[in-house]
């Protein structure tokens, strides 16, 4: 495939789904980052819980791994929506743009490697101030609620007019 690509010439290109769709919304990041304060919150009650030893240790396994993917998955669509969507006139308007994304990615590595709770919600705090900038920067009025689920934080949300 190499050879045929050098040969015509063909320039490869990236984008997000391989499509440059535009479709940009930071609410998976958020629910992501909401699942992994459930995950530390349930792996406590797991510990805490009275069933047989090896269903606990099963069930903790899986509650670390659910976490660690949801703090990867919303790491993942803060870098999409960084990389893609922010422009040099938004970070002209949002200066700390920057050093909120890092903040972010640190916050979601360090929610992967721990089981600290307070971490968690700092990382769904750090999101929510992401999903802010973003939608000011798409026009639209946001709306900050409690989410309708465990652990029943509160969320960023564009607010819809209906």
């Given amino acids: 495939m190499k050879f045929v ?59 670390v791994a659910v976490k660690e993917e949801h703090a990867e998955k919303a790491k993942h669509e803060i870098r999409i929506i ?13 200066p700390n743009i920057h050093e909120l994304t890092h903040t972010i990615m640190m916050l979601g590595s360090k929610v992967r490697q721990g089981v600290n709770r ?9 999101i929510n101030e992401f999903a802010k900038i973003f939608w000011e920067i798409k026009g639209e009025e946001v709306i900050e609620k409690e989410a309708p689920y465990a652990p029943n934080l509160k969320l960023v949300y564009r607010k819809f007019n209906v």
């Fill in 5 to 63: 690509e050098k040969m015509f010439n063909i320039e490869t290109v990236d984008a997000h789904c391989d499509i440059p769709c535009g479709i940009y919304d930071p609410i998976t990041a958020q629910i992501a980052a909401l699942t992994t304060v459930r995950m530390i919150d349930q792996m406590k009650e797991t510990l805490d819980g009275d069933a047989d030893e090896m269903a606990k240790k099963n069930k903790f396994a899986r509650l």
């Fill in 82 to 94: 960084w990389g893609d969507f922010i422009k040099p006139e938004h970070i002209e308007k949002y």
């Fill in 118 to 126: 307070e971490d968690a919600v700092e990382f769904v705090e750090k």
